[in-house]
């Protein structure tokens, strides 16, 4: 058995696609009630999986709190941006994770989760170029030498 893909269920297929498309992602199939991304998630409409489903609409519960979806970025400040542009409702701003990486958590138009972090890779190289060496970066983040050596090196 090979693992596909999440899919969670939104009220509006239009407003969810341009939400993600803003987030980024890029359609690779559209099946009108049902949109897969490139990234490995699918949408689906809400009226079509309950009926899918044969449980009703109604059963399908909304800012549930027990999944989300995780994206990373290399631009998470102006990703913040946009998303308080937009006028999403954050579950927290940026904020600093303990071990280093800055990440922020917010609702999607039907209230799933999303979260929003820098990638590791830049996690060590904002704390390269905060003067900190391999070995202090290691400690503080817990990443292996080799993978805090690897990011330094392609960025340079």
């Known amino acids: 058995m090979k693992y596909v893909c999440s899919l969670i269920v939104v009220k509006n297929m239009q407003r969810s696609r341009t939400f993600y498309e803003k987030l980024g992602q890029k ?10 991304f490139d990234g490995g998630f699918s949408i689906h409409l809400e009226e079509h999986f309950s009926k899918l489903l044969g449980i009703g609409q109604y059963n399908i519960l909304k800012k549930s709190n027990n999944f989300e979806l995780y994206f990373e970025t290399e631009k998470i400040g102006r990703v913040y941006d946009e998303m308080k542009e937009v006028g999403v409702e954050f579950i927290h701003e940026v904020r600093e ?8 958590r917010f609702y999607d138009p039907d209230y799933h989760i999303i979260e929003v972090g820098e990638s590791m890779e830049s996690v060590a190289i904002r704390y390269f170029q905060s003067g900190m060496t391999v070995e202090d970066i290691c400690r503080r983040t817990s990443l292996p030498g080799e993978f805090v050596q690897k990011a330094i090196d392609l960025r340079e």
Request: net charge negative; charged share 30%.
């Open 27 to 36: 359609v690779k199939y559209d099946f009108g009630e049902n949109i897969e």
């Open 97 to 104: 994770q303990p071990w280093g990486q800055r990440v922020m």
